[in-house]
């Protein structure tokens, strides 16, 4: 939902053309990173999973020990003399494991959560489209016929529109905060070449359809 909804809403009448587009809010971009510091640090449930801290007169520290041992001590002590000398040791010991592991598992959250919403707003007879495509009067519809998205089409439609963007997008805000910070860098230009690839599709197609929409056989109308 966004600017290529808005351009592609505002062209196509009811029964007409396509739409739509989204990715992460800069608020769910700034949770993400917030949390990816905090496991850096070893502070809060994943920071206690993942953290550094080992406890003082502790033996061999096991996956999820309390106290702050968890998981990336455990993995030091498995990995032994490699840890501390190859790329594995850097990792782990600069805290870019830890913080690579969480962004994965926000990313995963995330692109859950998204799912679940969009296919099922777009797949459900009565919605059609989601909250904000219905704030616009906007209808996501199946482009040959005007029916209602089959649950295959609302999942390519997802997947070509946010799945790759959101998980590029959490994996960004994740090595933002460690070593890879350039990895991330080019990641998130990726992610804006992409953004910018749907925006330039829409804008080409005689019935606004986006990339996404070509591929999922989609489009986004203006609501009768």
Known sequence: MGLLDML???????????????????LTMGLLALLAYKTMKGEGPLGNLLGQRTPSGAGTPTPGASGGGGLLNWLQTRLGGA????????????????????????????????????IWTWTNPDLRASLGQRALGLNTLNASDGATLTRPQAVRRWLYLFGLVAFASAM??????????????????????????????????????????VQAGTVVVKRA
Do not use: C
Not at 100 to 106: K, Q, S
Not at 111 to 117: D, E, F, H, R, T
Not at 201 to 206: A, C, D, E, I, V
């Open 83 to 118: 840890s501390a000398s190859g790329t594995a040791g850097t990792l782990i010991n600069g805290g870019t494991a830890g913080a690579l592991i969480a962004g994965v598992l926000l990313a995963i959250a995330n692109l859950v959560i998204s799912a679940v919403y969009f």
């Open 172 to 213: 960004q805000s994740a090595l933002s905060t460690t070593s890879l910070g350039t990895l991330g860098s080019l990641i998130g230009l990726l992610v804006f070449a992409y953004e910018i690839f749907l925006l330039w599709t829409t804008y080409q197609s005689p019935k606004k359809q986006g990339y996404h929409d």
């Open 8 to 26: 592609q809403g505002m062209t196509n009448a009811p029964g007409g053309q396509q739409g739509g587009r989204g990715g992460m809010s800069p």
